[in-house]
């Protein structure tokens, strides 16, 4: 049993140095120490999926870069807005405003600002 307990640990130690968490434009959650973020959700045309484009004052030269991705770099899916609200919960933030944002004439969508505790 303690020489299970030793390979896990080693291995764990391997591991973890290369472990990569939830990102934006390549910058992951956890290291993000703004004060202030925003969110918005972004749906797909075709498919029954949302993806959360996130701000925090980084500069970007493309709208995808703001998408909050895996650690595949893959964009990640949430059920709706709220659902990454109570993710970002657990990164420190917490619900600060909203608003809404025109996208045309006939349509808008929220976009939630969130405070640093």
């Given at each position: 049993?303690?020489?299970?307990?030793?390979?896990?640990?080693?291995?764990?130690?391997?591991w973890?140095p290369?472990?990569?968490?939830?990102?934006?434009?390549?910058?992951?959650l956890?290291?993000?120490?703004?004060?202030?973020?925003?969110?918005?959700?972004?749906e797909s045309?075709?498919?029954?999926?949302?993806?959360?484009?996130?701000?925090?004052?980084?500069?970007?030269?493309?709208?995808s870069?703001?998408?909050?991705?895996d650690e595949?770099g893959?964009?990640m899916?949430?059920?709706?807005?709220?659902?990454?609200?109570?993710?970002l919960?657990g990164?420190?933030?917490e619900?600060?405003?909203?608003?809404?944002?025109?996208?045309?004439?006939?349509?808008?969508?929220?976009?939630?600002?969130?405070?640093?505790?």
């Amino acid at each position: 049993m303690k020489k299970l307990i030793l390979a896990a640990a080693l291995a764990a130690c391997f591991w973890l140095p290369n472990a990569r968490a939830q990102n934006v434009n390549g910058t992951k959650l956890t290291d993000i120490h703004s004060d202030y973020i925003q969110i918005r959700a972004i749906e797909s045309f075709f498919e029954d999926k949302q993806w959360i484009a996130l701000e925090y004052g980084q500069k970007t030269s493309e709208y995808s870069e703001l998408y909050i991705r895996d650690e595949n770099g893959k964009k990640m899916e949430f059920n709706s807005a709220v659902d990454c609200l109570n993710k970002l919960k657990g990164y420190g933030y917490e619900l600060f405003s909203v608003y809404t944002e025109q996208l045309n004439k006939d349509s808008n969508r929220p976009v939630y600002v969130l405070k640093r505790k």
